[in-house]
């Protein structure tokens, strides 16, 4: 029954409930100080890095080259993606060192309709493992499943050789708790979107070398909802700017340094009394669009606080004739919004069409992490066009 209890933390920190939503409570403002005010939002299984290879590169990757998984990192790159079309399929280990039923999938596939034109769908899926329910009297109530997925539908277009953008539509299903009675929840719906564009550049100098820059953001929709009208959630909407730089060290040999900065879009919780009443910070019961523009201004501390809720990813990919790939990466939190500091490493390997990656993270400070000490793969294969049909798109 252990990991029934652990899969219930899990489960808690999974959906955000209404207590969250109202803000840090403490009842003294000289506690100000140590006070921790971590953005929350529901469905954040969103925000989880699906493929190993960014995985790998401390979970950066808006402008990294693209592959069957740019869709989720920015729909813009897609459009520069040199295949015909695509799949990958990724599996992720949730809390891997505690239990065994609960993981992150992730299957995806693009097709390239002509040399300006790419489509793609793509489907998260996070399974939270069976989970037995009890009521206040610790009556047994049955056992459930919780689940949610995200269905992807993704649009990207060249606007011109170096210059493209992408549109992503998405579903999103959140159903944490069945329908046992006695338990007022349901499950949650909602739709956003992505927007992103991309801009790639070579330079001729002694050393082939080129720049990416990309700039995306992700999951604008409608507040998400587990109960009544009256109980809304925001998704976890991000804005995510970065770049990428590489360079051939020789004919065989490349370096590829990435660098990606995320704030969410999200409203800071205000800090509040034990009265409810606001000390420091807004009323978080706004609008998506209010919330999305508010959150640059609304940190109780002011421009230092908001400052930290910028993540930032670092990651260096090496390439072996296109062939074999070694990843490290770094991702940072500020320790008041969430603290998460981890290294992480992975390994890469292709072959004519199909390839392998494989991602490992380590944490770097006392704060454990779900994905600790676990393997995440994915398994990817890529059609190149043929000479007839460069042809034609080139023609087109």
Do not use: C
């Amino acid at each position: 029954m252990h990991y029934r209890v652990i899969a219930l933390v899990a489960l808690g920190l999974t959906q955000v409930h209404n207590t969250f939503s109202q803000g840090t409570v403490i009842s003294n403002p000289d506690e100000l100080l140590g006070a921790q005010n971590a953005i929350t939002t529901a469905v954040p299984f969103l925000a989880i890095t699906p493929d190993a290879r960014h995985a790998a590169l401390g979970d950066g990757g808006v402008a990294t080259s693209p592959d069957a998984n740019a869709s989720y990192w920015n729909a813009g790159k897609l459009a520069f993606i040199d295949k015909k079309y695509g799949g990958t399929i990724s599996y992720t280990p949730w809390l891997g060192k505690i239990v065994n039923d609960m993981s992150i999938s992730y299957l995806s596939g693009f097709y390239k309709i002509t040399r300006e034109q790419v489509v793609s769908v793509s489907v998260k899926y996070f399974d939270l493992g069976d989970i037995s329910f009890r009521d206040a009297n610790n009556n047994p109530l049955g056992d459930f499943n919780p689940r949610e997925f995200a269905f992807d539908a993704t649009y990207s277009r060249m606007l011109s050789e170096n210059f493209s953008m992408g549109i992503t539509g998405r579903y999103i299903y959140s159903n944490l708790t069945g329908a046992f009675s006695g338990i007022d929840a349901k499950p949650g719906n909602s739709v956003a979107v992505d927007i992103g564009a991309y801009y790639t550049t070579s330079f001729k100098t002694a050393k082939a070398s080129s720049l990416s820059l990309g700039a995306t953001v992700t999951n604008i929709g409608a507040k998400l909802s587990y109960t009544d009208n009256q109980n809304k959630d925001f998704l976890p909407t991000n804005l995510r700017l970065g770049g990428a730089y590489t360079t051939a060290l020789d004919p065989y040999n490349s370096l590829t340094f990435i660098l990606d900065f995320n704030k969410l879009l999200v409203p800071t919780p205000p800090i509040r009394s034990t009265d409810g009443s606001i000390i420091y910070g807004k009323d978080d019961n706004r609008s998506v669009l209010g919330g999305m523009f508010g959150s640059f201004s609304d940190a109780p501390n002011g421009f230092k606080e908001e400052m930290q809720e910028i993540m930032t990813s670092i990651g260096i990919e090496y390439w072996y004739d296109n062939t074999f790939a070694g990843r490290v990466g770094y991702f940072n939190e500020a320790q008041n919004k969430g603290n998460r500091k981890y290294m992480t490493v992975g390994l890469g390997f292709r072959k004519k069409q199909f390839g392998i990656d494989v991602a490992y993270l380590v944490p770097v400070n006392k704060r454990e992490s779900p994905l600790a000490e676990t393997l995440r793969f994915t398994l990817l294969f890529q059609l190149q066009q043929t000479d007839s049909e460069k042809k034609e798109s080139v023609t087109d």
